[in-house]
């Protein structure tokens, strides 16, 4: 499975891919971060798509176009805010996970774009969230075909640093098996 997932480092807004996911807000209206650089890039006709779809539940996503930008979808959806791990974030992180995945797989996609989804302003530990990220899309890709290539890219280096971490755990795991 390690061969279909890619780490790299940069702005997810630029990348050519069937999607990529944002990491946005209950109320898809737009927001900072990721959410704010991914609605700038794609220009007004993202908003005026996401105001039609009344909101997205955290842990849940939906897809729309992706307008201006080089990608041909954005999948939404709204990770936890980190409240000290009692409150099933975890779990809610693992579902944006796979319900973007499901998206992509559902809509014919071949290639999907992860940021660090709610490790800015929703304060999600970074180490735990790259496992949750990196566990739960090995385990789609062992199971369904689709998507073909899923891309993690971090704006930090220290996030870079923590996810190539994370997947050496798992490359680790995988030879032992
Ligand atoms: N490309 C890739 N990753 C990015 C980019 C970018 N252009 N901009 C920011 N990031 C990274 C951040 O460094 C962080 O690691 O995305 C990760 C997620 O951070 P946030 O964007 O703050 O998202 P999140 O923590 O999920 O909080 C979501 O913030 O922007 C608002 O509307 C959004 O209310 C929602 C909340």
Request: charge should be negative; hydrophobic fraction near 40%; aromatic fraction near 6%.
């Amino acid at each position: 499975m390690l061969e279909k997932m890619t780490l790299m480092r940069g702005d997810i807004t630029r990348l050519s891919v069937d999607a990529i996911v944002n990491a946005a807000n209950n109320s898809l209206l737009g927001g900072g971060g990721v959410d704010g650089a991914i609605h700038r890039a794609a220009g007004p006709e993202l908003l005026k798509e996401c105001r039609l779809l009344g909101g997205c539940r955290t842990g849940e996503a939906c897809i729309t176009g992706g307008y201006l930008l080089p990608a041909k979808h954005v999948i939404h959806t709204v990770g936890p805010v980190w409240h000290g791990g009692g409150y099933h974030e975890e779990d809610l992180l693992a579902g944006c996970y796979e319900n973007s995945l499901k998206l992509a797989r559902d809509n014919g996609l071949r290639s999907i774009a992860f940021p660090a989804i709610s490790t800015g302003a929703y304060g999600f530990p970074i180490k735990k969230a790259s496992q949750v990220a990196v566990q739960t899309v090995a385990r789609f890709l062992q199971q369904n075909a689709l998507p073909e290539k899923v891309f993690f890219v971090c704006f930090s280096e220290r996030d870079t640093l923590v996810y190539q971490e994370t997947l050496d755990e798992l490359a680790g795991m995988e030879n032992e098996t």
